[in-house]
Nanobody, 126 residues
Framework: QVQLVESGGGSVQAGGSLRLSCSAS????????MGWFRQAPGKEREGVAV????????YHADSVKGRFTISQDNAKNMVYLQMNMLQPEDTAMYYC???????????????????WGQGTQVTVST
């Protein structure tokens, strides 16, 4: 019964910044992992950044390290993705997801996440 709603997407020029927000309703410790995934046209969905909301451990994909930062607020009901130095390759639909731990799988494994938001579009132009 977790509902996720993303916001903050938009169109920016290369080098610009955006901050995505994910509002989680019905969140509980049964879904301690939250993350951001993206999917560009013709490509598979890929993990961008995830956070273990209980201990605040974060993980970022190599493609965004140093540019994107995932975080949560103190109330534990919001997750953010600060995106700096955006590039055209970052253009995609961005989704917020929530899920549980699964031993033997990557923190970016889609199978971990059983709740998804509707997505927010990010477009970066040259």
């Amino acid at each position: 019964q977790v509902q996720l709603v993303e916001s903050g997407g938009g169109s920016v020029q290369a080098g610009g910044s955006l901050r995505l927000s994910c509002s989680a309703s019905g969140y509980s410790n049964s879904t301690p992992w939250m993350g951001w995934f993206r999917q560009a046209p013709g490509k598979e969905r890929e993990g961008v950044a995830v956070i273990y909301t209980v201990g605040s451990s974060t993980y970022h994909a190599d493609s965004v390290k140093g540019r994107f930062t995932i975080s949560q607020d103190n109330a534990k009901n919001m997750v953010y993705l600060q995106m700096n130095m955006l590039q055209p390759e970052d253009t995609a639909m961005y989704y917020c997801a929530a899920g549980r731990s699964e031993v033997g799988t990557s923190v970016f494994a889609i199978r971990r996440y059983n709740y998804w938001g509707q997505g927010t579009q990010v477009t970066v132009s040259t």
